[in-house]
């Protein structure tokens, strides 16, 4: 009898897969919570650094006394060794002053610097009658610049970070504060169709690198006097303008106030483009996962903040970044709103599948062929084992090779001409799959399998999303060559845990699944029709709770 009981007690190494199975995501979540802990701390440091520095600086600000040729000297100081920087001398008559134009080469039209400025001052002034004890700076900006945009500024510091960002500055002897005449005019690209957000309908139209224009543009999508758009400027040694764009009477207060704390606690020198913002201000540093959704697309912006999410457009950078993200969002297109649901709902649904696909396909071929073979049909089992003979490597080294070489050629293909680059993508994984075959490295059905895994990839609509799937194949792969279909369970496990955890500006990173919110489950797998979806997402706390 106690044989029969013996012989029923599962073997060591099912109780020490048991074992890893608890200990591991412990083990992990332990080293992420102290990493955290660190990172956190040396924020809060170089913020209380910054402070100091912040406060010291203040305290020696320069401003403008009023005197020409001292401004000047203490502005070429700051700006003067710029060859690209003019410093245009000229008499106004009217004034019987002297003044000085100063301004960067190629950040403004010359055009408005002659016909609006230079000639109203030279020129045009000359007629003027100046009535006695006049405010010099105020009768000029209303009386002889017909400019629109024409600021007072006193801090030497300021000014100068005016003028390396494009704008033209004016200084008048005997007036103490500088004139900021017009606003920035770079060369830009014209407006065009979206890249990364490429759709078969809807609008062809996307954002471009200049923030004025993206601004307008979400102005252009509907009168609306409750689109707030609040600007104002990132980075310590080289500033750019950034935008916050809410809905007021939608969105919820305390994830504006959060956003808008968020990037008044930024403390970095130079924000190239808006990926800087989307690391910089993400909850978890450590998740391979975005926190933010990043788009070209003005209508999915405006989508977005009509659902009580927040934007953030930084200028130089088409990319417009959505706050908070949810895992399922990013698997949502456009172009599911601009079509029947049915149809929406279907390439949604694939969209889904094909992406849990290219996670997860390699890592179960390792664990089928390597640890559980007993789990394949049989016609098909004993197929791949023909096809294996001769093959010199595990099934791990086999996927490696064709994974990382499918990685190099993908790499290429982006990196190459356009004109050339889809080509040889094409070109490249027919040659080296079909010379790794002959070559007896990989078998027939493993090439099958990567290539569908690499297909699925370039079906979801978030480029970033895309990557970030990419990379967690492999680590899922490592499991199963390690523990088979137990280090395939754990691993999705783990991935499950960590997304179940990670946050995104206080939103659950897979809500409305998870914590399940019934209500918003009508525009995540499935499109339903808009009759249907009346409720804003409850998840998002808004304001206004119905669309219709």
């Known amino acids: 009898m106690w044989s029969s009981v013996i012989s029923f007690i599962p073997s060591f190494s099912v109780f020490f ?69 003019h410093f245009r001398d000229f008499h106004i008559k009217m004034l019987n002053r002297k003044a000085t134009l100063i301004f960067v080469e190629g950040m403004q039209q010359s055009d408005f610097i002659n016909k609006h400025i230079l000639n109203p001052l030279m020129i045009e002034g000359s007629s003027h009658y100046i009535p006695s004890q006049v405010n010099i700076a105020t009768y000029v900006k209303e009386h002889l610049l017909p400019v629109i945009h024409v600021n007072e500024m006193e801090s030497v510091q300021n000014l100068s970070q005016m003028i390396l960002f494009g704008y033209t500055v004016l200084l008048i002897e005997g007036m103490n504060t500088a004139l900021m ?84 606690k930024l403390d970095y020198d130079y924000f190239a483009e808006s990926g800087y913002l989307e690391q910089l201000l993400e909850d978890n540093i450590f998740s391979p996962f975005q926190q933010f959704q990043n788009t070209e697309r003005p209508d999915k912006v405006i989508a977005a903040l009509l659902e009580g999410r927040v934007a953030i457009l930084l200028d130089g950078t088409p990319f417009a970044l959505i706050a908070p993200a949810s895992f399922m969002m990013l698997f949502q297109s456009p172009e599911d709103y601009y079509q029947r649901w049915i149809s929406g709902s279907f390439t949604r649904i694939l969209r889904i599948g094909v992406a849990f696909l290219s996670l997860f396909a390699p890592a179960l071929y390792i664990s089928f062929i390597s640890f559980n073979p007993g789990l394949i049909p049989t016609q098909l089992a004993m197929s791949i084992i023909e096809s294996r003979q001769g093959v010199p490597f595990s099934s791990i080294l086999e996927v490696l090779i064709l994974e990382i070489s499918i990685e190099i050629l993908r790499e290429s293909g982006i990196r190459l001409p356009k004109p050339i680059g889809p080509a040889m993508g094409i070109v490249g994984g027919l040659v080296v799959g ?33 990557i970030s799937i990419r990379l967690l ?27 179940i955890h990670l946050r995104s500006f206080g939103l659950p990173y897979l809500s409305p699944i998870s914590p399940l919110q019934a209500a918003d489950n009508k525009d995540v797998f499935l499109r339903s029709p808009f009759t249907f979806m009346r409720d804003r997402p409850k998840s998002l706390k808004t304001k206004n709770k119905k669309r219709i």
């Open 17 to 85: 897969q048991a074992l890893m199975l608890l200990l591991i995501p412990q083990l992990f979540f332990t080293v992420a919570k102290f990493y955290r802990k660190r990172v956190n701390k040396g924020e809060n440091k170089n913020q209380h650094q910054s402070n100091e520095n912040n406060s010291n600086d203040n305290q020696d600000e320069l401003k403008i006394a009023g005197h020409l040729g001292d401004d000047l000297e203490l502005l070429k100081e700051k700006v003067g060794h710029n060859s690209d920087v």
């Open 181 to 264: 005449v017009g606003i920035p005019d770079a060369p830009s690209r014209s407006v065009a169709e979206p890249v990364s957000d490429a759709l078969i309908r809807g609008p062809r139209i996307g954002f471009t690198e200049v923030l004025s224009e993206n601004t307008a543009l979400l102005r252009r999508h509907g009168l609306n006097d409750n689109l707030v758009i609040n600007a104002d400027y990132v980075g310590s040694k080289s500033q750019k303008t950034m935008v916050i764009a809410y809905m007021k009477d939608i969105a919820n207060d305390e994830l504006v106030n959060e956003v808008k704390e968020r990037i008044a």
């Open 434 to 466: 079909e010379a790794a075959v002959r070559a007896g490295l990989v078998t027939p059905f493993l090439v099958i399998v990567v290539a569908l895994t690499a297909i699925s990839s370039f079906t979801i609509p978030e480029y970033s999303l895309g």
């Open 473 to 499: 194949r492999f680590v899922a792969m490592f499991f199963a060559a390690v523990l088979g279909l137990y280090g395939t369970i754990i691993f999705f496990l783990l991935l499950s845990t960590h997304m």
